[in-house]
C-alpha cells in the first residue's frame, strides 16, 4: 500500500466534502470503527460526481451501477467523536467498464490524514452483467 | 412504555434467536450503541418467520412487504462487546394488514433484559399500497 | 404515538441540522433502513448542544454522560437515498437526572415529515451512578 | 490484490464462523453495502482468537489493543440479505508488534467465495504507543 495514492493515470479534480464524526460512528476503543471510513469513502465520491453536475442517483436510475470490486484503506491516525473532517476524493477511468477514486480523510483541525484508501468499481447493467460508462460519465474523468 | 409487554392481543409463540455483541456495534461509551438494538429485532423477527417454516425473503419475493411504522424500545442494562445474548420475540396480528412483534433481548450470561422492544409493521405491496397478509402469513400469528 | 409530539414540559427552542441519506442507510427495500433514523436523532441533539455553545463532547469530558433508556420512532414517509433531511430537535428538562429530546426528520424538497420521535436520558457518571445534571446544562433547557 | 492469499509467512490454523446477512447489511442495490464485510472480518478474528482459548474482550482488559492499520478487500460475487456466509480466518504473526489476519467471506449454500480480503494490525497500549504482543497471544500464531 505504500504507493497506493501514486496514479499511472492523471486524475481529473479533486473534490472535497465534509463530515462530523457521529457517536454511532466510534466503537469502545474511543475512535472511529474502522468499516465507517468506508461510509466517508462513498460520501466523497457521491459528492465527486454532484460536483460535476451528475448525481449516482440519476446513473442508477439510467440503468446503471458502479458496485465496488476492490477496497484498500490505510489507517493512520484516529479520527474521534465530533470531529470536523474534510473527505478529498479524486477520480480516475481505468477503462470503459472500470472507475477509479482515491480518497484522504483529513482532520480539520489539524490537517492531518487520518486515512487514505482507494476504491476500483465496475460498471454494470441492473442485471449485474458488465455495461460500458455512458460517454458523459466518462468525459467526467477526462 | 410501562406496560409495552402486555399485548391486548394473545400471542402465539415465542421465538429466540442469539447474537454476539460485535466490536462495531459498541460506541466510546463502552457500551452496544443505541439504534444497534433495533437490528437484533430484526433478526430476531425474521427467525420468530423462519421458524413457522417461512422467510421474510420469501414473503419478499412473494410481493409483500412488512415495513416497521413505529418502534419503541428501553434500555435497561447495556450489553457490551461479546456479550452473548438471547433475543426473544413475539408476534401479534393487529389487522389484516398490520402485525406487532415484542422482543426483550437479554444477556445469557445473566439472565437479565438488557432491553425490551416493540415494533409494529404495515403490510404493503412493491408499490407501497396497504396490502392484505396473505392467509398463510396470518394463519402463523394465530 | 399519537401525542408523542404534545409535552407536559415547555420546550426551550428548536434547533435544526441537516444530513443527506448515504447509499450505506439505504436497504433493499430501496428506502433508509428503521434504525438509521436514531443516527440523525443523534445529530440532532448533538447540534442541539452546540447551538446552545455546549458540546456533548466537553460534557463526557466533565464525567457526565447522557445514555438513551427510552426511544421511540414513527415511521411516516420513507426517506430515500441522497434525500435532503432536515433534522429538527428539541429539549425538554423532566428533571435534575433525566432530559428528553422530540424529533421531525423532514424531507426538504417536499417538506414532508419522514419519521418523528423521541429519545429519553438519564444524567450518570462515569460509574454509571445517577448524577444530577450540572447547572449549565440544565440551563440550557430553560 | 491478485496475490493477497498468499503469504510469505506460514499460517497457522485456519477458523470458521458463520453469520447471516441481516437486513441492515443490505442497501438498495439489492445486496450487501460494501462496508459491512469489514464488520464480518472483525467476527472472523474475534472468533480466530477465542478458539485458540482466548478473547479479545481479554486482551484488551490487560491493556493491550490491536487497531487495524490497514485493509484491503476484494468484492467478488455479492452476498444478499439471508445468506447463511461462512468467514474463514487465518492469521499470521508478522513482527512483535505486528500481525496480520487473512478472511473469506464464503456463501455457504454454492460454496462461492463473495469477498477475500486482509487486515493488518498494530499492537498498542492503552496510550496507543506501540506495545509488544504477550508471549501466549504470539504463541497463538505459531
Redesign the interface.
Known sequence: ?RDMNRHQHPTTRQVCSHARV???E??????V????Y??WF??GR?DWLRQAGF???DLEASGI?L?????????RQ?AR??DDLEIRTSGTLLSGVRVQFDYEIVRRATGVVAAAGRTVHASVDSAGRPARLPARVKDLFE
Open positions: 500500500m457521529r457517536y454511532a466510534t466503537d469502545q476503543m474511543g475512535v470503527y474502522y468499516a465507517n468506508l461510509v462513498e460520501v457521491t448525481t449516482y442517483r451501477v458496485p465496488v470490486i476492490e477496497v484498500r484503506c490505510e489507517y484516529p467523536y465530533d
